[in-house]
């Protein structure tokens, strides 16, 4: 009973937030996603990143574990995903980009920070780097058929990432007038992305909805398992390890959807995804939760 009302208290704000964006927009009210994403994605995000870098003190070892052992967890889910596709015989440019990647940002960010504390919040933003680096390079590179390297540069939230790395490396500090203002605007961050989060699945028309749920339970089965072998061998802490499991198993990102209309992929179907795997993670994550914690 204990372990089932503590994992009620993380997933439960969580997913609340999310669903009174849903209703929000399901009741008529006006929510211009287009501003609100741009306000989180360039100024919320970043400054939330960088002052949980900055003030982070997580052992830089297990930081720089925890990165490799994401990076390796992306190429072993990418290889197992690239093979089941080939065998089923579904579109890769399709399919492949939004198998790898999940939500760390909107969903894995909260639940990261409710689970496992401040250490879960600077242990899950150094994961959403590396999926922001990797989905602006390989993801779209397997979307299109072509990468945005140089575009990446441009990313606040890359920016943020280097500049918070560099400075918890050193152990600067900006003065305490600064961090109090970056704070306050990062502590916008959470309830704005899960309030989007639950607006853009409000909004999207999902297809294929038989295929999406069969296919958003083999996502979440084979990253989590995948995740969690990475992270033994590459014996991470518990904080860490937890982290990395939980942000890996997170459904697919509406970022996705956008990716996939953009360069000519199958769209609906990916808005499906979005849309089942989003609804299938309100049962699998506390199910996944209540093994970490």
Partial sequence: MNLALTVLEI???????????????????????????RLGMTLAVPCLIFTALMKSEVDLAEMGSLTLATVAAYVAVGVVGAGLFQVLKLDQRTFLAPFIFGNTGN???????????????????????????????????LVAGSGAFLKILKEP????????AVF????????????????????????LMLLTLGVAVARLTPGRVGQAVWLSVLKLAICAAIAWVI???????????GVLVLQLSTPVAVTAFLIAEKYGADSDSVAGLVVVSTVISVAGLPLLLALLI
Avoid: C, H
């Fill in 107 to 141: 969903l894995g960010i909260p639940l990261a920070l409710f689970a496992f504390g401040q250490p879960g919040l600077e242990y899950a933003v150094a994961i959403l780097a590396v999926t922001s680096v990797m989905s602006f390079t390989l993801g779209i590179r």
């Fill in 231 to 241: 992270g033994r061998l590459f014996g991470l802490d518990d904080i860490s390890f």
């Fill in 157 to 164: 939230i890359i920016a943020a990432s280097i500049l918070g």
């Fill in 11 to 37: 997933v439960a704000p969580v997913f609340l937030l999310a669903g009174l964006g849903f209703g929000w927009v399901k009741a008529g009210f006006e929510y211009r996603i287009q501003f609100v994403t």
């Fill in 168 to 191: 918890l490396w050193q152990g600067w500090q900006t003065p305490r007038f600064l961090t109090n203002t970056l704070d306050l605007i990062g502590q916008m961050a959470i309830p």
